[in-house]
C-alpha cells in the first residue's frame, strides 16, 4: 500500500516553532514533488509549500516566507516542513501530499497532487 502520513503536529504558543514529517510508505519520495497543504475551519485548503525532491529547490506561498522551510532527508525517506514564529493564523490541519512525477516547478495545486495524507493538526494560541 503507498501513502504518506505526517507528524509533528500539537499546540505552541504565538512565536514558537515545530516540526512536521512527512514519510513515505511503500514508495520512495525521491524524484517527486511533495506538497505541504494547510486547512484551517471554514476554509479552503491552501498550499503552503513544495519542494522538487530531485532538484531541492522550493516554493512557499507568500504568508509563510521567512517563517517556514521545507527540508528533505532521502535516508529516511521523509521530508520536513520547519515553522518559525507561528502565528495563530497558521492553526489549521497540515497535510502532506506527493506527486507521481517532478515538475521542474513544483506546483501548489493540490489537484497536481496524488498520494495525501490524513493529516496533522497545528494549533497556535496563547
Known amino acids: 500500500q503507498l501513502y504518506v502520513a505526517e507528524s509533528g503536529g500539537g499546540s505552541v504558543q504565538p512565536g514558537g516553532s515545530l516540526r512536521l514529517s512527512c514519510t513515505g510508505s511503500?514508495?520512495?519520495?525521491?524524484?517527486?514533488?511533495i506538497a505541504w497543504f494547510r486547512q484551517a475551519p471554514g476554509k479552503e485548503r491552501e498550499g503552503v509549500g513544495c519542494?522538487?525532491?530531485?532538484?531541492?529547490?522550493?516554493e512557499y506561498v507568500n504568508s509563510v516566507k521567512g517563517r517556514f522551510t521545507i527540508s528533505t532527508d532521502n535516508t529516511k525517506n521523509t521530508i520536513y516542513l520547519q515553522m518559525n514564529s507561528l502565528k495563530p493564523e497558521d492553526s489549521a490541519v497540515y497535510y502532506c501530499?506527493?506527486?507521481?512525477?517532478?515538475?521542474?516547478?513544483?506546483?501548489?495545486?493540490?489537484?497536481?497532487?496524488?498520494?495525501w495524507g490524513q493529516g496533522t493538526q497545528v494549533t497556535v494560541s496563547a
Open positions: 519542494i522538487n525532491n530531485e532538484r531541492g529547490t522550493t
Open positions: 501530499a506527493a506527486m507521481n512525477l517532478v515538475f521542474r516547478r513544483c506546483p501548489l495545486s493540490e489537484r497536481d497532487y496524488v498520494s
Open positions: 511503500g514508495f520512495t519520495l525521491n524524484h517527486r514533488n
